[in-house]
């Protein structure tokens, strides 16, 4: 879920419970939308800020049954993208520290610059250095296929190289951002790499669906997923 925090997360739990699902993951909140924050985790200046959306989402995953965080780092005028990762990576530290104690790990996503120009990070080859950088246990990666076709490419090698710091896998069509079954990318390609590679986590479907929802999931039947 990505911005959930305007419904209580007792009743995204009981909504959970009741349909037999797990809520796997959230995003730290996006700040002021006004100014154009995308988040604040890598903004000089707001560190204090960012620290109170962490706590926010802490508090959420634990009422919720949220299991995971993507900390959203920000868009960053270039000529401060120095300055702002150092920002990051203290303020990293920081949450680190503090999602630990509820065994929540963080997960790191570059957004490709087509949809989202200016955010901090583009590519995996950044999230990754800071991971390993940081070489901390729970601060992991997020592997967004749409976001890695679209900025990048070169998918299935990406995956081999940054499997062991993938924490999430995340698809969609690419260039529609719809369903999987259409595009750019051989999904069940992608799906086998997942499996050769022994990923053991979830593949999270972040797609917009090109009609009704319940209608687009043929898409599981086609490609040969099971859900």
């Not at 900390?71 to 303020?91: E, H, K, L, S, W």
Request: hydrophobic share 45%; net charge negative; with cysteine.
């Amino acid at each position: 879920m990505h911005c959930p925090y305007d419904v209580p997360a007792a009743e995204v739990a009981a909504s959970a419970r009741r349909n037999g699902l797990r809520l796997l993951g959230i995003n730290t909140a996006l700040g002021d939308a006004q100014r154009g924050d995308r988040g604040l985790g890598a903004l000089p200046g707001r560190e204090r800020e960012f620290q109170a959306t962490l706590d926010q989402s802490i508090a959420y995953c634990l009422a919720s049954g949220a299991s995971a965080i993507h900390v959203m780092a920000g868009n960053v005028p270039v000529t401060d993208r120095q300055r702002a990762r150092a920002v990051f990576a203290q303020n990293l530290r920081v949450a680190a520290a503090k999602a630990a104690v509820h065994d929540l790990p963080l997960l790191l996503e570059a957004l490709n610059p087509r949809d989202n120009p200016g955010y901090f990070y583009s590519t995996v080859a950044e999230a990754a250095a800071l991971i390993e950088e940081l070489a901390l246990p729970n601060i992991k990666l997020q592997f967004d296929v749409y976001h890695v076709a679209c900025g990048e490419g070169d998918v299935l090698k990406k995956l081999e190289r940054y499997m062991p710091l993938i924490g999430n896998v995340q698809i969609a069509a690419v260039p529609s951002r719809a369903e999987p079954d259409e595009g750019e990318i051989a999904y069940p390609a992608v799906f086998a790499a997942l499996d050769a590679l022994g990923y053991p986590g979830w593949v999270g479907c972040e797609y917009r669906p090109r009609g009704d929802p319940a209608e687009g999931l043929r898409w599981t039947r086609t490609l040969g997923v099971t859900l």
